[in-house]
């Protein structure tokens, strides 16, 4: 998964103040700002936040060119160093039996997981009911098949060979998280404003 450096978008603003003598940019901009300030502390977990992975086990990722395991595709990628002593971006499966072997019915989505909105396999997207995702982020593959062990992240995305999920993570934002968000937006209008004391 890319690193997240903030929130996806701003979270909602629900004024609790009066905004309308503010310029809306500013309004937005402020919102912004007091979503980013309380998204860190709040352990990045706030969302939902879209992204696409391209699961593949990481030994097949050991057979290919090195060119193609340098930040190819969308992630997510954890860095190792291979059997051969060169280093490598993996992305994180899960398999029926284990990582080197066996067929992959299920693969690890980092999350929290909200839910999952596309799943494209050799550029056909399954139905929902081909899959499902259990706790902890397992994509698992219903029906009596399983994942592909490897694809061509040399190939775009949707193409013959490849396979592409795109889910949205995070929590789901409550009324506490807007009110606070809320009342840290009314608080830099106020104190950031021009002719004012300060922040």
């Not at 860095?79 to 992959?104: F, H, M, Q």
């Not at 995702?133 to 029906?143: E, M, Y």
Request: aromatic fraction near 8%.
């Amino acid at each position: 998964m890319p690193i997240q450096v903030g929130p996806c978008e701003a979270w909602p603003f629900n004024p609790c103040c009066a905004v309308d003598d503010y310029d809306p940019e500013d309004v937005e901009r402020w919102t912004r700002v007091a979503s980013q300030i309380l998204w860190s502390p709040s352990g990045r977990r706030w969302g939902p936040c879209p992204v696409t992975v391209r699961p593949c086990r990481r030994s097949c990722l050991e057979s290919a060119p090195v060119s193609f395991q340098t930040g190819a595709g969308t992630g997510p990628w954890v860095p190792y160093v291979g059997e051969d002593g060169i280093w490598r971006n993996a992305s994180v499966c899960g398999c029926k039996s284990d990582c080197s072997g066996g067929e992959l019915c299920e693969v690890y989505l980092p999350g929290p997981v909200y839910d999952v909105v596309e799943v494209n396999l050799d550029g056909e997207i399954l139905v929902p009911e081909a899959y499902r995702v259990d706790a902890a982020g397992q994509l698992v593959r219903v029906g009596g098949g399983c994942w592909p062990a490897c694809q061509d992240i040399a190939e775009p995305p949707g193409a013959p060979g490849t396979f592409t999920v795109t889910y949205r993570w995070g929590l789901p934002l409550d009324d506490t998280a807007i009110a606070a968000v809320s009342e840290l937006t009314c608080h830099l209008l106020k104190d950031c404003s021009p002719g004012s004391c300060g922040c």
